[in-house]
């Protein structure tokens, strides 16, 4: 995941000087060059971490930190704050035609994950109460349109193709009259993209741009390329003038250095993340976020709003008055492992709890974990549907045809039942639906 090497070093810094009372120029020299490394190291821009460092040491020199009870604290708040206002400072959000229709171009070079990203993109937008279009524009890469025509039917959102066309920008301003004639909001186009920017190409989106006067246009850069995702970014602004972009593959082995470092280079705001394969990983980017994860001290809002798409307010309800009438069958608890499937699983929930060191995640098992998550439900599966609703006739007999029918060993029935008992118990602490959806993670859901 990216930035883990960065956010590992970066609290090993902090943790040398929290362990000492009283800060010296010294200390504070030590700690920024060790802060440096770290960043070069993530192929954060030089210039970027040049500037960055200095200001940075300038201000944690101050009397208010030097002379502070906890000067370390206030070094790492510095630091915080410094990495928000790299990263953009607040976050941006996708600016919507006051007349009620908007334009989004989606722009990048080939390979970045551009059509699969209008994918998640209208998925997203859905979300927000939009009604989004597809339109298919890249006429030169083989099988772009069906691509997009996949990604479509994915996300169950419309799509405007014309396969005898071969005007780009013709095809976008048709899509735009079709998805206004159909009720949509949001047009989302799929422009070509490149192996390298090249004057056709960069012709044909000013072309776009000129005709339809997007009210957003979206660069999508792959975070793997590093401070090539950068230099990319910098050359479609100057040619094209970009809104803003999106980092995708931010969940393989990125060193995190285009996300510190596109908006002090380029001027433009992050818009998103994508954080995985599935269409509903895309997050929006908060900067303030991102700094807190970097710096092991979590993030608990973006939890909170995981919990609440995954879990809404009638399943808590549902929930609550089955708990009150001792109803929470082993249903409702394949229920409660779906729900944090749906956040992520148990690795992006547990990285996003604040206090939580690298070096803790490290000792957690996240396979095994996963791996747990599976044995239980398909232990579950394996019941009758009686068995399910009424957990108390598992008798010897039916627990070993149920380890048998899944190939499990009976001990890992019984494991199943005592977790399952510790998670009824722990609901009847709970007494209304907002209880049930923010405190529905089960503590020692996955121990063993």
Do not use: W
Request: net charge neutral.
């Amino acid at each position: 995941m990216a930035f883990e090497s960065l956010s590992e070093k970066l609290q090993n810094t902090f943790k040398d000087l929290k362990g000492q009372g009283v800060l010296t120029e010294k200390d504070i020299d030590n700690a920024m060059r060790d802060i440096k490394l770290s960043l070069l190291e993530a192929d954060v821009n030089f210039k970027v971490v040049k500037e960055f460092v200095k200001e940075t040491k300038e201000e944690c020199m101050g009397a208010d930190v030097m002379e502070s009870l906890t000067p370390a604290q206030q070094v790492v708040k510095i630091v915080n704050s410094k990495l928000t206002d790299l990263m953009g400072g607040a976050g941006a959000k996708i600016t919507y035609s006051p007349t009620g229709f908007t334009t989004i171009m989606m722009a990048g070079l080939q390979g970045t994950g551009k059509t699969t990203t209008c994918g998640k993109l209208a998925n997203y937008l859905k979300q927000c109460g939009k009604h989004p279009m597809l339109a298919a524009c890249d006429i030169y890469r083989p099988a772009a349109i069906d691509q997009l025509e996949v990604v479509a039917k994915a996300v169950n959102t419309p799509v405007y193709i014309d396969r005898d066309c071969k005007d780009a920008v013709k095809i976008a301003r048709d899509a735009r009259e079709e998805a206004e004639k159909k009720g949509c909001n949001v047009l989302v186009i799929d422009t070509a993209g490149r192996l390298q920017i090249d004057e056709e190409l960069m012709e044909e989106l000013s072309r776009m741009k000129r005709e339809l006067k997007p009210h957003e246009i979206l660069l999508v850069v792959d975070a793997l390329s590093g401070q090539d995702a950068v230099n990319a970014a910098q050359g479609f602004n100057d040619r094209l003038g970009i809104d803003g972009m999106i980092l995708t593959k931010m969940d393989g082995d990125a060193r995190g250095g285009a996300a510190l470092s596109a908006k002090k280079v380029t001027g433009k705001p992050i818009f998103f993340l994508g954080t995985g394969e599935k269409y509903d990983a895309l997050e929006p980017f908060h900067p303030d976020r991102m700094a807190s994860r970097i710096l092991g001290m979590g993030d608990v809002l973006t939890l909170i709003e995981a919990a609440e798409q995954a879990y809404d307010d009638e399943q808590a309800a549902r929930l609550e008055e089955k708990i009150k009438k001792n109803q929470f069958t082993l249903e409702d608890f394949l229920d409660q492992m779906g729900q944090v499937k749906k956040m992520g699983g148990m690795e992006k929930i547990i990285k996003m709890i604040p206090g939580l060191s690298q070096q803790d995640l490290s000792q957690v098992d996240f396979d095994a974990g996963e791996a747990e998550f599976h044995r239980m439900e398909s232990i579950i599966y394996s019941m009758t549907i009686e068995e399910r609703q009424k957990p108390e006739i598992l008798n010897a007999s039916r627990r070993k045809r149920i380890a048998a029918g899944c190939g499990q060993p009976v001990s890992a029935v019984n494991q199943l039942m005592r977790k399952y008992d510790e998670a009824r118990k722990m609901m009847k602490k709970f007494s209304n639906p907002n209880a049930l959806k923010h405190n529905r993670l089960f503590r020692g859901l996955f121990e063993q």
